[in-house]
């Protein structure tokens, strides 16, 4: 039966079957097709019933990761942290949680555990750091000997938090592989660097911060540039799958 357009699309709309398996027209027919309109060729617009949120959450993840690694190594002689509180709550805590809620709304469990599990880290690191909730100020006087100590170990949570994460990537790909191995080993550097107070290790943690952002920035748009969007995709090194 031939698609009657002038009644399911509007104006200066096209209609192909290249897109990807869950785009829809509005009214639900002709599932595994892409409307997309034409008013703006240079912003066609794809309507699906719920996009890509991976590359929002892993770009939101790596531009906060930079940052705050970028102050570990002391870039640009910055080592006072509170730069990183406004990025914390905007990009890394909020557009990671939003992108976490969505990818459960999409039926990836695992991309929802971790999106919203890093997005209340950056949001509870924020805290840590704004003066009117006072957790600094509860070390202050005798107690600023545990301040050391209770970073590491609120670093070491996250630790096992990335680890066990990491061990649910290995039917994934090597690009999502990769971020969550270098992030846990920032997290035990940066928590070894607390409890033993070398300024050494705690760079060494910030350094390999900085690759983990990048290769976040690099899964991310390995996402984003699909076939819909671009005329490259960039390889991510798929995993093999068990067989039943």
């Not at 905007?90 to 976490?100: D, E, K, P, S």
């Not at 999502?176 to 070894?192: D, E, K, Q, R």
Request: glycine share 10%.
């Amino acid at each position: 039966m031939a698609l009657n357009i002038e009644k399911a699309t509007p104006q200066n709309t096209v209609v192909s079957d290249a897109g990807p398996a869950n785009a829809h027209l509005y009214n639900g027919a002709n599932l595994g097709r892409t409307l997309t309109t034409e008013t703006q060729p240079a912003f066609p617009i794809y309507h699906r019933r719920l996009g890509n949120p991976a590359p929002l959450g892993l770009w939101s993840f790596a531009s906060t990761t930079l940052l705050l690694s970028l102050v570990n190594v002391s870039a640009r002689n910055v080592t006072v942290p509170n730069i990183v509180v406004g990025m914390a709550l905007g990009v890394g805590g909020l557009c990671q949680l939003l992108a976490g809620m969505w990818e459960f709304a999409a039926g990836n469990t695992f991309g929802a555990t971790a999106f919203s599990s890093y997005g209340g880290f950056w949001l509870s690191f924020a805290c840590i750091y704004l003066p009117d909730l006072g957790i600094l100020d509860a070390y202050s006087g005798a107690a600023a000997s545990q301040i050391p100590n209770a970073v590491g170990m609120y670093l070491m949570c996250w630790f096992i938090v990335t680890f066990l994460l990491f061990l649910g990537t290995f039917r994934a790909s090597v690009a999502l592989s990769a971020v969550f191995f270098f992030l846990f080993i920032t997290f035990i550097l940066l928590a070894a660097g607390e409890f033993t107070g070398e300024a050494a290790v705690h760079k060494a943690g910030g350094a390999f911060g900085i690759v983990t952002a990048l290769v976040a920035y690099y899964t991310g748009a390995a996402g984003l540039y699909s076939p819909d969007t671009s005329y490259f995709i960039l390889p991510i090194g798929d995993l093999p799958k068990l067989r039943d």
